[in-house]
């Protein structure tokens, strides 16, 4: 190759990168709501259980890829077998449609950031309501009526494109150098968050609400499939966006002690999280006088209506805090949304070995256009329909594929070896069982039991054509993925 490879700064550099991609949005609105619905406090066991025999062990094994490699999924997972090209390829495809509606989420907080100086959004909790679903969005009714474009939403999206943009353009070591303010700011708010939540009457009724624990629930399938989802979803794994920013690391980097300390880092942070959302809420169902589980919406809503419906119910500062609710989001999120442009462009440029100054822009330009159907009346829609396919189905089809390749074409005790000779903490052969039994077993489940409820019921309350949509996009994102993997490179 004719330069040398980019490099991280330092090692915690990359450590910042990794913790600042695997915490999102997806800590803030989707843990703390997962866990109620799951269980409460019993949830943390399953969830535990997740991250130690399929979250550790798959990201020990995507930073073993990447950083062995030293090349993003594509070229990496073709260096390991030539016929596997293509898995990589079906991460990075997979992970751009996420960023062009992660990006839309983003947009949203952006606008939500701008009306909270004013608290445009009204005062009662119908008002926030028809503020996110009326004027804001302005909901169609349904997927099949795009409407028109929403003008503030499509200025909030080329906001956010412009943030990944000036984030990615110096490089990874100038990212090396961001990722420490997107990842330290959240967490300075979050602290302020916990306090100012846990200070309010009524917080204690969330708490109990948060963490009561239900034991009867680890019975139940479901809650070991949330578990697992969750634990995937939040630590960004199968999307190709450890192995490429493993693959920035020189090639002797602890490889154990680097997943330990990412997983470990997200996952408190997401139990940080919850105590100032739950705690938030308790307030808000006593002022309201009404029970916690009446204002505990799950997702979106959370965010967008019912938390800034309990800012706006604080006595003093309540402007503050929604600016602070909505820059922690953004802050959480921009490096989240960063880490899924980096594979696309990194894959790009390791394959034909385009210059990276020409391939950043065009992929956050057509990342760009390609989030505009999101800006439309349904677009809020559209969202949900394209996180549920690509998140349930591509998500745990590439973990998979990763598993199968790793644990049975490449070998597991082979990589094993490797990951041993860098780490200081030993991985045993337990690592190999995870690789080649558990987690492809988890995974697979998961896949066949998502596919069954599908046919049997569709996704949510969409119209059945829409399921169509996600599996053919699924299948076209595959088909793309033979294709990119059939062209020839310019690199060898
Ligand atoms: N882990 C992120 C979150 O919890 O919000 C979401 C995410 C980021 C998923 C990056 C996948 C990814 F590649």
Redesign the pocket.
């Known amino acids: 190759m004719a330069e040398a490879r980019e490099r991280w700064g330092s090692r915690s550099s990359f450590v910042f990168a990794a913790v600042g991609?695997?915490?999102?949005?997806?800590?803030v609105w989707?843990f703390p709501y997962i866990t109620y619905q799951n269980g409460g406090g019993a949830f943390l066991i399953p969830y535990l259980i997740a991250l130690i025999t399929a979250g550790i062990p798959l990201m020990i094994l995507e930073y073993a890829i990447g950083q062995k490699m030293q090349s993003s999924p594509p070229t990496a997972l073709r260096k390991i077998w030539s016929k596997a090209e293509w898995i990589g390829w079906f991460a990075v495809v997979l992970?751009f449609v996420?960023s062009t509606y992660?990006a839309t989420i983003m947009a949203w907080c952006v606008n939500y950031l701008y009306y909270s100086f004013t608290q445009a959004w009204g005062t009662t909790g119908t008002e926030i309501s028809n503020f996110f679903n009326q004027t804001l969005l302005d909901k169609s009714g349904s997927p099949g009526i795009l409407g028109g474009i929403q003008l503030p939403v499509l200025i909030g999206l080329a906001i956010t494109w412009l943030l990944i943009y000036l984030c990615l353009f110096k490089g990874v070591k100038t990212l090396g150098k961001i990722v420490y303010f997107t990842v330290g700011i959240p967490w300075l708010i979050l602290i302020v968050m916990v306090i100012r939540g846990l200070t309010l009457p009524g917080a204690i009724n969330g708490l109990n609400f948060y963490l009561t624990p239900d034991f009867s629930v680890l019975l139940s399938p479901k809650v070991w499939l949330a578990a697992y989802g969750q634990i995937f979803?939040?630590?960004?794994l199968a999307?190709?966006?450890l192995i490429v920013y493993a693959s920035y690391l020189p090639k002797n980097s602890d490889i154990a002690a680097n997943a330990f300390m990412t997983s470990l880092a997200n996952c408190g942070t997401a139990f940080f999280a919850g105590f100032a959302v739950f705690s938030t809420l308790g307030y808000l169902a006593q002022s309201m006088g009404v029970g916690v589980p009446e204002v505990a919406t799950s997702g979106l809503g959370l965010a967008f209506v019912t938390y800034p419906a309990a800012i706006n119910l604080l006595p003093v500062a309540g402007v503050l805090f929604g600016a602070l609710f909505f820059l922690l989001l953004l802050t959480?999120?921009i490096d989240?949304a960063f880490?899924?442009v980096e594979?696309v462009v990194g894959s790009i440029v390791d394959k034909w070995g385009f210059n990276k100054k020409w391939v950043l822009p065009a992929v956050v330009g057509f990342g760009f256009l390609m989030g505009i159907p999101y800006t439309t009346r349904a677009g809020f829609y559209w969202v949900d329909i394209m996180d549920h396919f690509v998140c349930t189905y591509g998500l745990t089809l590439v973990g998979l594929l990763e598993c199968i390749v790793i644990g049975y074409v490449f070998g597991a005790p082979k990589v094993r070896k490797y990951i041993n000779s860098v780490s200081d903490v030993r991985i045993g052969p337990w690592w190999d069982v995870f690789i080649k039994i558990v987690t492809p077993i988890v995974l697979g489940v998961s896949f066949i039991f998502e596919l069954i409820t599908l046919i049997r019921k569709g996704y949510g309350n969409y119209p059945i054509w829409t399921a169509f949509t996600g599996i053919g996009l699924i299948v076209i994102l595959l088909i793309l993925s033979f294709i990119l993997s059939k062209r020839k490179g310019g690199n060898p």
């Not at 991609?21 to 800590?27: K, S, V």
């Not at 979803?233 to 960004?236: D, N, Q, R, V, Y």
């Open positions: 991609a695997a915490i999102g949005l997806g800590n989707r992970v996420l992660y979803f939040t630590l960004s999307m190709g966006t959480l999120g989240s880490s899924q594979p």
